[in-house]
């Protein structure tokens, strides 16, 4: 049952040519291998929009990856809904998850 109306909102995934780099408490996403030749930017995220985007290709949609992010940081999914499809949109303009 899709409780929060996310229809059209399927399997994400990540944008090939990415890596995901750990420094203390956030992430950066840098471009490799030709994606350098397109891409010349390197996107610093938060701890919290870094979890999102690690684990978007393991959730079958946004629901999904709220219930994750809930379940990470002790909150309720519905809490955490709009900020993470918020997350996934800047992903999917960035380039970075489709």
């Not at 471009?31 to 290709?57: C, M, Q």
């Amino acid at each position: 049952m899709n409780i929060f109306g996310n229809k059209g909102e399927g399997k994400m995934k990540k944008t090939e040519g990415y890596i995901v780099k750990e420094l203390e408490d956030e992430y950066i996403v840098l471009p490799v291998g030709k994606r350098t030749e397109e891409v010349n930017e390197v996107i610093s995220l938060s701890e919290t929009a870094g979890f999102i985007y690690i684990h978007a290709d393991q959730a079958e949609d946004i629901e999904g990856l709220a219930q994750m992010v809930g379940n990470e940081y002790g909150i309720e999914a519905s809490e955490v809904y709009e900020d993470v499809k918020n997350a996934v949109k800047t992903f999917r303009e960035k380039g970075i998850l489709l």
